[in-house]
Each structure stands twice: as C-alpha cells, then as structure tokens.
C-alpha cells in the first residue's frame, strides 16, 4: 500500500478489518555533542543531524480528524517538532486497542527511534508529507 499522506494513512487504517489505535513520536533534529566541524557545517546548511524523541501520544481513530488538528494539539505542548513517526496497533476480536494497551508499544517505538532504527515507522513533515530517508 502507498502512503502518500496522513489521510491516506487514516483512510487505510480505517479500512482495517481490525480496529486500529495509531501510536506516534514527535521528534527533533539536534547536532550530537561529538560533531565533527563538517557535520556542523551540515547541519547548518539543514542537512544531518540525530532524530531525538521529544514526545508521544496514542490516538484512537475516532479522535483523529486531519493531521492540521493534530499539529495544533501538539502546538499546545510547546515543543518544536520536526517529524512525527507513525505506528498502527491492531485490535483484536473486534475490540479496538484502549490507551493502556499502547503504553509498552509507544515506549517501544520512542527506544527504536533513539537506536535510528525507525523503518517500521511512517515519517511524516510538518505540512503531514511522508518523508523518506537515505
């Protein structure tokens, strides 16, 4: 399936024979202490830089309308985010996933993405792009 924005994303989670409950990490993008003074040179010209987990969430789909509401919920946290990874947890039987059954699976995702291993994950920018990396 191609994911060509959020809303394709919601309609393909919606279209689940499963109830489904999206997990997601915003992130930034810091400059490591160890920097080499062409890393930073990179990073001021926008490019490089290590993903850094700076908050998650849990929705259920009936609390997602569009990715601009989600924007301006996590506006009112006050962190500058730069890219939100997103993961799917399936119900079962019916029964969609509640809060407390995301809890173990969100801090799951929030390590993976600390080790840069987010290929599970569907990036998505700012604007709700889906990016993609290498």
Known sequence: MHISS??????????????????FVFSGIELPDDATPAQRAGFEAGEGGAIVPLMCVDKALTELQ????????????????????????????????SSADA??????????IQRGAH???????????????G
């Not at 959020?6 to 997990?23: C, G, I, K, S, W």
């Open 66 to 97: 569009s990715f601009s509401a989600l924007v301006a919920e996590s506006s009112l946290l006050g962190q500058d985010w730069r890219m939100v990874f997103v993961a799917a947890l399936v119900g079962n039987a019916g029964q969609a996933p």
């Open 119 to 133: 290929e599970a994950f569907i990036p998505f920018d700012r604007d709700g792009v889906p990016l993609r990396f």
């Open 103 to 112: 809890e173990a699976p969100l801090q799951r995702m929030v390590e993976a």
């Open 6 to 23: 959020f809303q394709d994303l919601l309609q393909a989670a919606r279209a689940q024979p499963e109830p489904q409950r999206l997990l």
